[in-house]
């Protein structure tokens, strides 16, 4: 019996076919990943090598909601990505609104689609902004009151990363954050 060699897809050619795939139009697909318009289609074309940053192959791969790692031009990092519980909430409401990362990133303005993948990816923080965070949560239908906690969870690490010991200053902070819960409720 003979067994058939497979052969690895080019990574140029793996983003060429899923572009097509998802119909996803070069201009958009640059935005989402923080490169121009000319590098896509240089890529795609393979008149440039593909990349072998970091940065951006791990922002391709977020797109594509694949591993990095099915890159072979991809080294692992020797930073460590922030591991949020929030992150972790947003890509399982995707899940769960059976959306793709593709069109949960046309869903907000283009000027916000490459936060959106480095937020995926674990580099940046879920938003302190609360406006922005209720954007991503009305996207994915997160209730009001979990999307509340992710702010607070949120906001008491910016404390902490401050300076703020929030464990022994606990009373102005549960009367800081009740009164928040009670003004963002009850918009």
């Known amino acids: ?4 060699q497979i052969i690895p897809q ?3 050619e ?9 119909a996803l139009h070069k201009r958009d697909f640059a935005e989402m990943i923080g490169v121009t318009l000319s590098y896509v289609y240089n ?7 593909f990349s072998t940053r970091g940065t951006t192959i791990e922002r391709i791969a977020t797109v594509m909601n694949i591993s990095p790692e ?3 031009e991809y080294k692992i ?14 890509k399982n409401y995707i899940k769960e609104n059976n959306m793709s990362v593709v069109s949960f990133l046309k869903s907000f303005p283009r000027r916000k689609r490459l936060d959106m993948v480095d937020i995926l990816r674990g580099t940046l923080p879920t938003p302190i902004d609360y406006k922005e965070l209720e954007l991503i949560g009305k996207t994915l239908n997160i209730p009001s009151d979990e999307l509340y906690n992710l702010w607070e969870k949120r906001m008491k690490q910016v404390l902490e990363s401050a300076g703020m010991n ?22």
């Open 43 to 49: 890529l795609i074309d393979e008149t440039v090598p």
């Open 10 to 12: 080019k990574s140029s």
């Open 77 to 90: 990092p020797q930073e460590p990505i922030l591991i949020d519980e929030s992150i972790e909430t947003i």
């Open 14 to 22: 793996k983003v060429a076919s899923f572009l097509e795939k998802n």
């Open 70 to 72: 099915e890159f072979p």
């Open 166 to 187: 929030i464990y022994s200053n606990s009373t102005l902070v549960d009367s800081m954050f009740k009164c928040a819960k009670k003004h963002i409720l009850s918009e």
């Open 1 to 4: 019996m003979k067994t058939k």
